[in-house]
């Protein structure tokens, strides 16, 4: 059953109301509207381990008077396989809220979410002071409430459970800044998203000042309103157990006369979408991935000894970038740039790229360009975009022809190394007839 129904049941504040539909093979209840139907809809979500409640409003039940829960709720809480429950489109009264969460901590749900709902009013998080729940991760996407700036103090009351959550997701909820008192109080977090929402570059310091967020390793700030590179940068400098960081979807600029270094941790880093002209350094010696598609980018000279994943696709890059700097690469993405030749000879003397996607490249189908393709194809390097992806934009003569096709036996593209021997017999024959 829905935590939050039964609870709510439980305290008297809904009747039995509304329809619940259970998907044994996903093992997930949904229940609509619900306020006043057969109690019987509800009873079937005890099985599940997911359950969602979508529709309705509870503010009329602000008044309603809570009681702690009788023993019988508390064991029946207790019994229950539910990890997650999702709220979808519910106008939901904070105080309200305030007043029930406590009950969580006679359940195992470890994982709760809000869509689409609207938080109205400000409840009083007292009662929640030292208060422990087994929720691990809480998600919120598309919610309008009241800003967080000023509301420490609420955070403070909840530092008990905040402390011990892991996951963190506010998502496309018009975010504009994130205190520095309330980064402090997830002290356990290690995953935090706050894509697509409102923060600039100036609210970013504050957010992530000394103490907050102190085991963070997952950051994604992606699709909000940041536009400098550097000061991105430093703002995430305190973060010293940062691993992954997504930057995508920003419009960064950078001032090459500066210079910053990002969290030593980092190994996972996405500039996808940027509008970067360049890749900027330093960059963490220890980065293993590096996605730097969708940009600008003409050209690309940097080396990472540990890189193995290297993203480069939708660029303005004429030539592929020297494997040899990226000794432990295993991926590369070269799709949708405007490279003429794939640097065979490396890769060959490599060997260890095992994953090369550069389909839609206007490549010159000579005997080295068409042959370095197809050697990288016979030897299961090339990606799903092989061979449709793959044409010639020259010599005229093969232009939209599939690379794949071009002929390039030894005799059609080493007419010397053929003829060379066959002059040589022919020389020899001569000399040993006369």
Known sequence: ??????LLLGLGLLEAEGRCFFNRTQDHCVCYNLSQESIDSIIQCLPASVVEFCGGELERYIAFPISDLDPSTIEMLGSLDIRKIIFGDLLVPEILLARVLRFFSYTHVQELVFESCIFEGRG?????????????????????????????????????????????????????????????????????????NSLGDESLMPAFCEGAFPQLQVLSLQRNNLTSYHSVCKSVQLLRELQHLDLSQNKLTADLSSSCQWPMALRIFNLSDTGLDEVL?????????????CNHLHAVDISLSSLKKLFLNQNMLQAAPSIRNYPMLDTLNLDNNSITE????????????????????????????????????????????????????????????LVKDVPVSVLQCNSAAVIAPVCIILVLLGVAGA
């Open 281 to 293: 350094t330093p960059l963490p010696p220890s980065l293993e991935v590096l996605d730097m598609s």
């Open 342 to 401: 794939l640097p065979w000879d490396e890769v060959k003397l490599l060997g260890h790229v095992w994953n090369v996607a550069a389909a839609g490249n206007p490549y010159n189908c000579t005997c080295s360009g068409a042959g370095g393709l197809q050697a990288l194809a016979g030897m299961g390097h090339l990606g799903q975009g092989w061979p449709q992806g793959y044409r010639c934009h020259s010599p005229p003569h093969y232009q939209g022809r």
């Open 1 to 6: 059953m829905n935590v939050a129904v039964l």
């Open 124 to 196: 009083s998080w007292a009662e929640m002071a030292n208060q422990d729940l087994p929720i691990l991760s809480l998600h919120f996407h598309n919610v309008t409430s009241a800003p967080l700036t000023g509301r420490e103090q609420d955070f403070s009351s909840l530092s008990s459970w905040l402390g011990t959550l892991q996951e963190l997701a506010v998502t496309s909820s018009h975010v504009t800044s994130l205190p520095c008192g309330i980064g402090r109080v997830f002290r356990a977090l290690h995953s935090l998203d706050v894509a697509q």
